[in-house]
T-cell receptor, first 116, second 112 residues
Framework: DADVTQTPRNRITKTGKRIMLECSQT?????MYWYRQDPGLGLRLIYY???????NKGEISDGYSVSRQAQAKFSLSLESAIPNQTALYFC???????????????FGEGSRLTVL | GDSVTQMEGPVTLSEEAFLTINCTYT??????LFWYVQYPGEGLQLLLK?????DKGSNKGFEATYRKETTSFHLEKGSVQVSDSAVYFC???????????FGPGTSLSVIP
């Protein structure tokens, strides 16, 4: 079983709809992240959380919101989806030690979202 | 701001060829540097890392050396295999903000 699980894996929706992408992890890590991947742009950070009560905006948070329901669960919401939010979304988890030392994010398999 | 630049792909090589994927970074201070790999249909996974200047990271036959004088962290492998076909991401982390900044990725296809 995967350590970081994302649902749904694929979703097609229409402009204006509310969408939630869910992420759960079994590694017991404190830190969780949501990234967006677009061709030629790499991965860009949307939101991150260092624990249940600590939520932070990343570089492209506009149009998105998150909820850290428990240490193991971190969901991403698009309140009113628009076509330029069509992308591959990744959730990741990391232990509560400095990333500069470990560098290791544990990624889910991705959720492909298409907004028509 | 801090950023990572990689050579544009896609890169296509024959099996057993030598691989170099260039990576340069812009950052103040002393970031840690990483290579991640994304196999088709999967999430990213850490391939190797170097946390200070002149460190060499290595894993699965891949190597990269942290060159502060040229702000580079080029990925190399002496003999690629078809199973190395993937997208490779160079990344950096600074202790001051403890977030990973990824480059755009370089797609590698290895043909038999």
């Amino acid at each position: 079983d995967a350590d970081v699980t994302q649902t749904p894996r694929n979703r097609i929706t229409k402009t204006g709809k509310r969408i939630m992408l869910e992420c759960s992890q079994t590694k017991g890590h404190d830190r969780m992240y949501w990234y967006r991947q677009d061709p030629g742009l790499g991965l860009r950070l949307i939101y991150y959380s260092f624990d249940v009560k600590d939520i932070n905006k990343g570089e492209i948070s506009d149009g998105y919101s998150v909820s850290r329901q428990a240490q193991a669960k971190f969901s991403l919401s698009l309140e009113s989806a628009i076509p330029n939010q069509t992308a591959l979304y990744f959730c990741a988890a990391a232990p509560g030690v400095h990333l500069a030392n470990t560098g290791e994010l544990f990624f889910g398999e991705g959720s492909r979202l298409t907004v028509l | 701001g801090d950023s990572v630049t990689q050579m544009e792909g896609p890169v296509t090589l024959s099996e057993e060829a030598f691989l170099t994927i260039n990576c340069t970074y812009t950052a103040t201070g002393y970031p840690s540097l990483f290579w991640y790999v994304q196999y088709p249909g999967e999430g990213l996974q850490l391939l190797l890392k170097a946390t200070k200047a002149d460190d060499k990271g290595s894993n699965k036959g891949f190597e990269a050396t942290y060159r502060k004088e040229t702000t580079s962290f080029h990925l190399e492998k002496g003999s690629v295999q078809v199973s190395d076909s993937a997208v490779y991401f160079c990344a950096l982390v600074k202790t001051s903000y403890d977030k990973v900044i990824f480059g755009p990725g370089t797609s590698l296809s290895v043909i038999p």
